[in-house]
């Protein structure tokens, strides 16, 4: 889903401990947008937080390390689910959500390095699996409400829905490094409409993954 952070949303009231911590994460991310993945180092985010870099390595110890708790804090933050009435269209803004964070200018760069470090780093990987998780949890409320509508049959994986849809948004931005036109966008939600639609996207019995049940968090 959507990786568009903030340096607001990383703003906690709390004492020293959670200032470091909040200003060595404003500094990743600031970092990220400016230098990517590849160009980003400890050594970088403890200049620019004001942190001392024994103190950046104690707590993170690496690059990869400061990725995954900017990650860990920003997991549950709130995304702006449409509620239009119509599952189809629903779909489509939960798609746009997606394309739209990684086509915005500050956020992009930030959400494609955090995929790039995942795909080099276990620890960033099970970040991202992690964050990625919750957004889909927090959109999986279309499919709910879609079913309440009677739209969708019940018993459905409401976050396989969201998978589906969105899916093909990251196949073209990072496999085939392809643009992701409106069309693109729209056909990759009435695919996963469809395929709920026709019961392929049923969840399997006693299947914990199923999140029908589960209310979103937040």
Do not use: N
């Not at 760069?109 to 927090?138: G, I, K, N, W, Y």
């Amino acid at each position: 889903m959507q990786l568009e952070l903030s340096l607001e949303s990383l703003k906690r009231p709390g004492g020293r401990s959670a200032r470091v911590r909040d200003a060595v994460l404003q500094a990743t991310l600031a970092e990220l947008a400016e230098r990517g993945y590849g160009g980003m180092t400890v050594e970088g985010v403890a200049a620019r937080s004001g942190v001392h870099k024994t103190t950046v390595y104690r707590r993170w110890r690496s690059v990869e390390g400061l990725i995954a708790d900017a990650l860990e804090m920003a997991r549950e933050e709130p995304w702006p689910i449409p509620d239009t009435g119509s599952v189809r269209e629903d779909l489509r803004g939960v798609v746009a959500l997606v394309r739209t964070g990684f086509a915005d200018p500050s956020a992009g760069p930030v959400a494609s390095a955090f995929v790039a470090a995942a795909m080099q780093s276990a620890d960033a990987a099970v970040a991202l699996r992690e964050f990625l998780t919750a957004r889909h949890r927090q959109a999986a409320v279309v499919v709910r409400r879609a079913v309440e509508r009677g739209e969708l049959p019940s018993g459905i994986d409401a976050q396989e829905v969201i998978r589906v849809a969105v899916a093909p948004v990251y196949y073209r931005l990072f496999v085939t490094h392809e643009p992701v036109s409106a069309q693109d966008m729209e056909r990759a939600a009435d695919a996963a409409l469809a395929a709920a639609r026709t019961g392929v996207l049923q969840a399997a019995p006693h299947d914990d993954h199923d999140d029908m049940s589960q209310e979103p968090p937040g």
